[in-house]
DNA sequence: AGGAATGGCGAGTGACACTATCCATAGTAG
DNA sequence: CTACTATGGATAGTGTCACTCGCCATTCCT
């Protein structure tokens, strides 16, 4: 099919297809003239996998296109794959610039931001040994609980690793459930698109269930505003 | 105190505050003079909220505006608070333009945009009232749900509401844990601010969780590569 | 007295995700 | 064979966001 179709087919704009094309999210078609390519279902599949990426998942372009080749990359090791897709995704936080804001913070000890991985990232060793995850410090994931409990201290709520516990626990539970899933999956490709759909394209709904479970709880205890 | 010291003690830069002072984020100071005007504790401590908000979480600077009204405007009522923060929060995608990008899509019946709400809500609904949720429909959670299972669909995988009942199971019990969390506080401001910091602040760390849960079980269930 | 700091304002910046315009060529309907 | 639309490729422009800068008339502080 031509790009008039694809777009048709998918509902991305022919300018979005084209930026894709060039940003190298969507491979090129298989060309037919100087100015003519014809694109397959891989193609409208795969503009598909991007939209949601970054349209309900919410990744940048750049994340998606990470994310994209680690697929095509990693397509018949799983374990591979989503140790790539989780290395590459971003702390879900809208991206802390490098430059320092403010260098000095001479009197007090309150800036709380230079040395937060440092003694944080012990405290999450701490917290993976006790769940006995064995997965390696410096990963993003571990530096967004380090500075979350960085932060949360900062702020002045008493917290450490041993108040995230109960909360590991049921994130083993969760991981374990979506592991489940990918257990069933017919070829590679397959799976590794399923990996990926499962594990970040889930990320918001899991959230958003959390708040549809708070709204009930709140409720219950606090009586139906 | 004066912007300087603030600056000094917060790590913002003094044009950040500036701007966050325009934008309502942070309230003025205690004017004494045409160009002068002191801050207390209360601003030191209400930015260093907003930059927890903004760089760890990750909201926008509008929506920290909201959330920051809500806790003023409803700090002696949890409940209510919680409600309106929930409301407030974003989808966790950056944000949907309005504007649709494609109206036809006339021949195939896969462009899968249009009607997500409308089937996906109801099964939203079904959820809920499985799991004995007393929610609202139509709020942002339920609309993200909608949306993921619609588009996991559309995706060629097959899901359903069912296939999330596992995980709002495990969301049930987040949310009570998050609610337990909340009974000890001394004053309603420093209770309102917890509550905002452990249902909004905690939600990108149980997604880092979730993602070191999810790289020790695949090691354990594919090998360690 | 005089240099530094302040508040308040408008304008500028860089990143991001598109979106628009050109152009030379290719398909295609008449 | 011709007029007309569509295409791929490139360059430039748009709107939003979260700051960041520069300016100015005070005001502070020594």
Redesign the interface.
């Known amino acids: 099919m031509r790009i008039s179709e694809l ?7 022919i300018p ?1 297809i084209k930026y894709y094309l060039r940003d190298g999210l969507l491979p090129p078609g298989r060309a037919t003239a100087a100015n003519q390519a014809d694109y397959d279902d891989s193609h409208l ?1 795969r503009l ?2 991007i939209r ?1 990426l ?5 990744l940048s372009v750049s994340a998606t296109r990470d994310v994209l080749a680690a697929v095509d990359k990693q397509r018949e ?4 794959l ?2 790539l897709v ?1 290395g590459i ?1 971003p ?6 610039p490098e430059g320092s ?2 260098a ?5 000890p ?4 230079a040395d937060a991985d440092v003694s944080g990232l012990s405290e999450v060793a701490a917290l ?1 040994a006790e ?6 410090p410096h ?4 530096q ?2 380090a ?3 960085e ?2 201290r ?4 008493d917290y450490d690793w041993r108040s ?1 516990l ?3 626990e ?10 489940d899933q990918l257990a069933d999956a017919s070829d590679p490709l397959q799976q590794a ?2 990996a990926v ?3 970040v ?19 219950q ?5």
């Open positions: 777009s048709r087919r998918s509902g991305v704009s979005t599949r598909r996998l949601s970054i349209g309900v998942r919410g090791n799983v374990h591979l989503l140790g989780l995704l702390a879900d936080r809208g991206g802390e804001t403010q000095d913070d001479t009197s007090a309150a800036g709380a931001d993976t769940m006995g995850w064995k997965t390696s990963t993003p994931a571990a967004v609980v500075e979350t409990l932060t949360l900062a702020l002045g709520v995230l109960p909360y590991a049921l994130a083993d539970r969760t991981a374990a459930l979506d592991l698109e399923r759909l499962l594990t394209l889930l990320e918001p709904a899991l959230l958003a269930l959390r708040r549809l479970a708070q709204e009930h709880h709140s409720a205890r606090y009586g139906g505003g």
